[in-house]
């Protein structure tokens, strides 16, 4: 299998969105927001893929967690900067959270705040 990640710029991802991946015939392909920081970025992108490597495992598809990201971005209360994925009603919600537990265990290891970070993330 082949595990591709890329940063890209924001105005790239194709919705609202730090991080997004997709499984093909070639494998997992990993997008992540130029956040300007390289252990930023990083995080992001562990983050995707274990949110999509248990995704997978658990049969829930990429294209499921992206109708749902959608869905939530449009109806998005105005100054709400939760992530879909945190929602009770995400099909992917264990495997996200699950994710952004490494994830946060991982800033600490690369001495991240995490305020900063995700003030970084809500900026884009």
Request: include cysteine.
């Amino acid at each position: 299998m082949k595990i591709t990640i890329e940063t890209v710029p924001h105005s790239s991802q194709s919705y609202e969105t730090c991080g997004n991946w997709r499984f093909d015939e070639d494998g997992l392909s990993i997008y992540v927001s130029e956040l300007g920081n390289d252990d930023m970025n990083f995080l992001v992108s562990i983050h995707e893929q274990i949110e999509a490597w248990l995704c997978r495992k658990r049969n829930i598809s990429d294209e499921s967690v992206t109708n749902f990201d959608l869905a939530f971005e449009m109806n998005r209360p105005k100054g709400n900067t939760d992530e879909p994925g945190d929602d009770s009603k995400a099909p992917y919600r264990k495997e996200h959270l699950l994710a952004s537990g490494i994830e946060k265990i991982m800033a600490s290891l690369l001495d991240v705040s995490w305020l900063d970070y995700e003030q970084k993330i809500n900026e884009l």
